[in-house]
């Protein structure tokens, strides 16, 4: 029997009796990270990183019990060997590694290669079965360099400037959100956030990370005071009764679908920008030579073409079919 199964809860480990991302309720859970389609609420316990901690009992509930880690510290249960290591897709995220009778799993959760100066960044593990994501799994989507993109949201922000308008940038709030604040240059404008990302973000400070400052967007301001800010909201803020307080503005949408499906994806923001926290083709080729496994299991994403392709390659690449999703882009 092999270390890992795909169950009708999820990817289970029957050695240490412990599910990965599971998508139901289940007595013991070890999560790569908080985003939603791999964090749910119903588990027993749950082991994470530690910067994921205070962000998962926002989440899923106060409440809930967590037990936290460093990266590559290891526990053992039941003789597993049991490892996070850096997935550079957000904040604490994480790879999961296995490791029991000389056989090596790597769950990799979400990932992206490139340094956002963030997250801590991805690190390759050696292993023999690798559970790789491909949300964007196909040839079309190699990412320009962030700085790049920030000298465009930069540009964009002072045009809006310029015309006395406030804008408005949307990603989701954990991860994408924080990502965009990072790269924002304060000395150019004021800096709002909706509170949803406000909340998560002082979350993520209360487990270390170090983020610049901000104001929380809804409070008493004046209309007025938001000409020539910039604010970042969570996707499903676009088009509410919340954004009326902002005047004037212009919308921006932060995703990778920008790259081929931004006019259909960005609904009725005004511009896209092509900024996402998972590893694009380049990335995704690159990790999966780097653990040097002998099987690739793909996970949410093009995984019937990608899965393809590496087999063409000469690697042995198996699809699965999960609940994990893409809206965390």
């Excluded at 990817?11 to 309720?25: E, K, N, S, T």
């Excluded at 990270?33 to 901690?53: C, I, K, M, T």
């Excluded at 490892?83 to 009778?101: C, D, F, K, N, T």
Aim: glycine share 8%; aromatic share 10%; charged share 20%.
């Amino acid at each position: 029997m092999a270390l890992i199964e795909l169950t009708q809860k999820g990817l289970f480990c029957q050695q240490a009796d412990v599910y990965i991302d599971p998508w139901r309720g289940v007595d013991k859970a070890i999560v790569t990270h908080a985003h939603a389609d791999h964090a749910r609420w119903g588990s027993q316990a749950y082991l994470a990183h530690q910067a994921s901690e205070s962000v998962l009992k926002l989440r899923l509930g106060k409440d809930i019990s967590v037990e936290s880690l460093a990266y590559d510290q290891p526990i053992h249960i039941n003789g597993v060997k049991i490892s996070l290591h850096p997935a550079g897709h957000i904040p604490g995220s994480a790879q999961v590694r296995l490791e029991y009778a000389g056989e090596v799993w790597v769950i990799s959760g979400d990932y992206k290669t490139y340094d956002d100066g963030l997250s801590t960044p991805f690190e390759p593990v050696k292993c023999h079965h690798f559970v790789s994501e491909c949300t964007f799994g196909l040839p079309i989507y190699q990412w320009e360099p962030q700085e790049k993109v920030f000298a465009d949201i930069h540009r964009w922000w002072a045009k809006n400037q310029e015309e006395n308008r406030a804008s408005v940038i949307f990603g989701y709030s954990l991860g994408k959100a924080q990502r965009i604040l990072h790269g924002l240059n304060p000395e150019q404008g004021k800096i709002f956030v909706h509170p949803t990302i406000a909340a998560t973000n002082e979350a993520l400070k209360t487990d270390g990370l170090i983020l610049p400052d901000f104001e929380k967007a809804g409070q008493e301001v004046d209309k007025n005071d938001y000409k020539g800010s910039i604010i970042i909201a969570q996707p499903n803020a676009m088009g509410t009764s919340w954004m009326k307080k902002f005047g004037n503005y212009r919308t921006a949408v932060c995703s990778g679908w920008m790259s081929i499906r931004g006019a259909k994806r960005r609904q009725s923001a005004d511009i896209g920008f092509v900024l996402s926290d998972h590893a694009d083709w380049p990335g995704l080729n690159t990790a999966i030579k780097a653990t040097a496994a002998d099987r690739v299991y793909l996970t949410h994403g093009s995984t019937a073409s990608f899965g393809r392709y590496l087999r063409e390659q000469g690697l042995d690449a198996v699809e699965l079919t999960t609940l994990f999703g893409e809206e965390e882009n």
